[in-house]
């Protein structure tokens, strides 16, 4: 496609719940970043793969929250046992590297 | 960890005003970008500075690298209603401001 897509646009799920939401980046770049963003924040770094690897997860809350890219393009963020401090919107943004990035619209949580 | 300060929180202008926001930071940082975001969508690059003291246009856009690598500021000339939304710097690819939410009255 022509750009980051993700799926789903909204999700709604209970607390307690485990939520997958998924990134399809740019094809063709490398690099694929995980952010979340609460309303009237910027948005909150979470994870960045280069290529199938997690360069750096740092941003990553607490060990509920995990993320794979298992073939370098798809990438799924993972949360278990959410919480309703979890809601928010959810940013994947890819790059080829160095270049700047290029973000989805996100996927808007709402734990209830 | 490293924290941008973006500032204003938020402007309220007349159509045809001329408006700058800047973004400090305690640290150094080797690149600056300006994002601006929609409701509903992602954030959308505006501009990319590279080079300490390098000054870009793009447009009505205009947006500086500061000097000492801590700060830069964008400014937006003669602005229209289309320019309404969440204008965000970012240090670097990990790290956002809080955002400057930019009201344009017609």
């Known amino acids: 496609g022509a750009g980051v897509s993700q799926t789903p646009s909204n999700k709604v799920t209970e607390k307690g719940k485990y939520v997958e939401l998924r990134c399809d980046p740019i094809?063709?770049?490398?690099?694929l970043y995980w952010y979340r963003q609460s309303l009237g924040q910027g948005p909150e770094f979470l994870i960045y793969f280069q290529g199938t690897g997690a360069a750096d997860d740092s941003g990553l809350p607490n060990d509920r929250f995990f993320a794979v890219r298992p073939e370098g393009s798809v990438s799924t963020l993972k949360i278990q046992r959410t919480e309703r401090g979890d809601s928010a919107v959810y940013l994947c943004a890819s790059s080829t590297g160095n270049s700047p990035l290029h973000f989805g619209n996100g996927t808007r949580l709402t734990v209830t | 960890g490293q924290q941008l300060n973006q500032s204003p929180q938020s402007m309220f202008i007349q159509e045809g005003e001329d408006v700058s926001m800047n973004c400090t930071s305690s640290?150094?940082?080797?690149?600056w970008l300006w994002y601006k975001q929609d409701p509903g969508e992602g954030p959308v690059l505006l501009i990319a500075l590279y080079k300490a003291g390098e000054l870009t246009s793009n447009g009505r856009l205009t947006a500086q690298f500061g000097i000492t690598r801590k700060d830069s500021f964008l400014n937006i000339s003669a602005s229209i209603p289309s320019d309404v939304g969440i204008y965000f710097c970012?240090?670097?690819?990990?790290?956002f401001g809080a955002g400057t939410r930019l009201t344009v009255k017609p």
């Open positions: 640290s150094i940082f080797n690149t």
């Open positions: 094809s063709g770049h490398t690099a």
């Open positions: 970012a240090g670097q690819p990990m790290r």
